[in-house]
């Protein structure tokens, strides 16, 4: 019964671990970090940047890597500031940020679709997109 058990127990690791070496395969193939979710290479550091004259706000970000430091923050026409998306992340999945108005209008949302990690890029509030789940070019 003992070498039964032990038996199980070691399948189970063996198991637990092949799980881990497909996950690191998939995300290495998917061009992105690692299964531990604190890895730098699981997403994207990029910068949302103001080149409208007025002042905008950013703010509610939803999806992966949200940090929450990054509450409502004012952009003045020039102001850029640096965020992180999810790496591997299209469509519901994309990091995403509304965009405003100094009166509160929203003018649209900042939607990263970063499919391969891509530190760097510029997304321009002028190129808001109408919703979350469209993507947003970058420059």
Known sequence: MRGL????LILGVVVFVGFL??????MDRAGCGAV???DPGNYSAVF???DTPRLVVVDDCQGGYCRSDQGSMPLAPGERVGVDAACAASGDAMTSWRVASADGTVLGYVAVDTPRKRDGLVYPISRVSHNRFTATPSL
């Open 48 to 50: 949302l940047a103001n």
């Open 36 to 38: 531990d979710p604190t």
């Open 5 to 8: 058990v032990a038996g199980a």
């Open 21 to 26: 070496i497909a996950a690191q395969v998939r």
